[in-house]
């Protein structure tokens, strides 16, 4: 780890994680644990829950997890060194300078490459080479200067243009920058060829990725940069680091990198674009943070109106109002622009409808109003929208206006509406009773790459955990007893030796010796399970001990010895019962 783990303890431990969460979350006390709603997902009732004692928050609603660090990197989108500094900054402490991690170096050396990787695009376009590049560009209306703005490029038809001709990097780290693919051979070629090039620069102005657009028929018609330790699709826009200076009021959401950029050049300087993927919640609280209005100008066909449903209901948990715009005439704003003109578009922003207006008018073009039939159905669907709203004022204004266009009395849409939000709140309060009764349906984790494969010795190996974490005399004893490699989850085994390794060089059970070290989804589960109640003590550890090993022992005998170990298990009155799953 190379910041010092000297560094981060002490960071954690002056970072209390009370006091951290309060300033995001209002948190309640209830039970041992603190609860409040959950910052990372929309919900009505609290299951965002934090310990005290033991550091750790954790979701029982949507499963993230972790420490004060993890914590922070979620609710202000920032990596692992970014987090670290911003709650250093926040006690006053500094972090120190060569302490910067192995894969923060690693992560600068991609970001520098990536950057002469865009230089070289950006100089190809302009070459006799890129003809083909610049005047599709100019075809779409684009100017010199815009171009140059977006810093846009052309990789040629070649397998090693970038390869062969950026010189001075090691050849995997185009493999690690998502630039180069490896043959089956391991030989390396370049990823884009005979492509427009569109970078992809964070809020640092640093490139983190392409993407790149053919200009024939080819497939697939653009391709994104992987995902790669500097780049991450889900939680970066297009266009955001010229987006957040713009004093538009609203965040305009296109579809394409083309129509960003079109939008761009006729004066919308706040177009912002996901990249290559649907709207995301990470996206969507980035938005949040600069802007409380948005605007969704999605292509017009049926794909874009149902990403914009989903959008629409994102952005809203975000805290942000969202408006549609209608672009009849057009099928996209790029299209739109270039028919109609900037001045056209504006004046359609500045009318551009609520959403329940907009989704009201999508349900209506699904039935036939004329029919009994159609109109029963429409007012089921609308009343099961309106039954969303929380507001009961807008609740009255769309019902009467549902109730205008399918031709009923206004108190009936609004019976309807009421039967909805009756359903809704029970529905509602069933799920929660049976994630409290039934903690059993909660025993596998949710994410798929850590599931148990051995449940039973799973349970054992996550009170074993629990144990270690409130004891540090049982931490000795368990090295004694119970080599990691006996673990059944490979994730709760991390967590064991993250903790052995601690214990080895003095440092007390806290968060900060998972971070940084398991994957999200591997944290998550482990904060789960330290939320979880123990008894603890030697008793508990030493039964757990014995499952465990018992299991790992059955998992390495071969056939006639499983059959061997069942009848020794059942002479000697083991308990083997299943787990209920
Ligand atoms: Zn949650």
Redesign the pocket.
């Known amino acids: 780890m190379p910041i010092p783990q000297s560094f981060l303890d002490e960071l954690v431990e002056r970072s209390d994680i009370v006091d951290v969460v309060s300033e995001y979350v209002e948190l309640k006390q209830k039970g041992t644990n603190l609860f409040g709603l959950?910052?990372?997902?929309s919900?009505k009732t609290p299951?965002?829950s934090v310990n005290r004692d033991r550091q750790i928050f954790h979701?029982f609603?949507?499963?993230?997890g972790g420490g004060v660090i993890t914590f922070i990197m979620k609710a202000e989108n920032l990596g692992f060194v970014d987090a670290v500094k911003h709650l250093a900054a926040r006690v006053g402490m500094t972090v120190p300078e060569d302490g910067d991690a192995d894969t923060s170096k690693r992560r600068a050396q991609v970001l520098t490459l990536n950057k002469e990787a865009a230089r070289r695009f950006h100089a190809n376009l302009y070459s006799p080479g890129g003809r083909r590049g610049l005047e599709y560009f100019y075809s779409r209306g684009l100017t010199d200067r815009t171009i140059r703005r977006f810093g846009l490029g052309w990789a040629p038809d070649s397998w090693d243009d970038l390869l062969g001709g950026i010189k001075g990097y090691e050849k995997s780290l185009f493999l690690e920058a998502g630039l180069a693919v490896a043959n089956r051979k391991g030989g390396l070629y370049d990823r884009f060829r005979g492509r427009v090039m569109f970078p992809i620069i964070d809020l640092r102005g640093e490139v983190i990725g392409f993407g790149g657009r053919v200009l024939d028929d080819s497939q697939p018609k653009y391709l994104n940069s992987p995902e790669t330790i500097a780049f991450s699709k889900s939680r970066n826009l297009f266009a955001m680091n010229l987006a957040k200076k713009s004093t538009y009021p609203a965040m305009i959401l296109a579809e394409g990198y083309m129509d960003v950029i079109s939008l761009h050049q006729a004066g919308f300087s706040s177009a912002v674009a996901s990249l290559g993927t649907a709207l995301t919640d990470a996206q969507a609280r980035l938005i949040s943070r600069y802007k409380q209005e948005a605007v969704i100008a999605y292509d017009m066909d049926a794909a874009g109106r149902g990403a914009a449903e989903r959008a629409i209901k994102l952005l809203e948990d975000a805290g942000i109002k969202v408006k549609l715009i209608d672009m009849a005439g057009a099928k996209d704003p790029d299209e739109f622009i270039k028919r109609f003109g900037a001045d056209a578009l504006s004046a359609r922003l500045t009318q551009s409808e609520g959403h329940i207006e907009y989704r009201l008018g999508t349900l209506r073009g699904k039935y036939d109003l004329s029919s009994d039939e159609g109109r029963i159905s429409f007012l089921h669907d609308a009343a099961e929208m309106l039954a969303e709203l929380s507001s009961p004022a807008e609740r009255a204004v769309y019902s009467s206006r549902v109730a205008e266009l399918a031709g009923v009395r206004a108190e009936a849409v609004a019976d309807e509406v009421a039967i909805a939000r009756k359903k809704k709140a029970g529905k509602e309060r069933s799920a929660e009773r049976r994630r409290e009764l039934n903690p059993v349906a909660a025993m596998q984790p949710k994410e798929r790459e850590v599931r148990y494969s051995d449940t039973k010795s799973a349970r054992a190996e996550e009170g074993l955990i629990r144990c270690m974490y409130s004891d540090g005399e049982l931490l000795r004893k368990a090295r004694e007893a119970l080599p990691p490699e006996q673990f059944s989850s490979e994730t709760l085994a991390k967590a064991y030796s993250a903790m052995l390794e601690a214990a080895d060089e003095g440092r007390a059970p806290s968060p900060a010796i998972f971070e940084g070290r398991l994957t999200p989804a591997e944290l998550s589960l482990v904060m789960k399970v330290l939320m979880d109640p123990e008894p603890g003590g030697e008793a508990a550890f030493l039964s757990y001990v014995e499952v465990v090993r018992a299991g790992y022992e059955q998992r390495q005998a071969p056939d006639d010895l499983v059959e061997r170990w069942q009848k020794l298990k059942k002479t000697k009155g083991w308990e083997d019962k299943e787990d209920g799953e």
């Open positions: 959950c910052p990372f997902h919900e299951s965002f979701c609603g949507c499963g993230e």
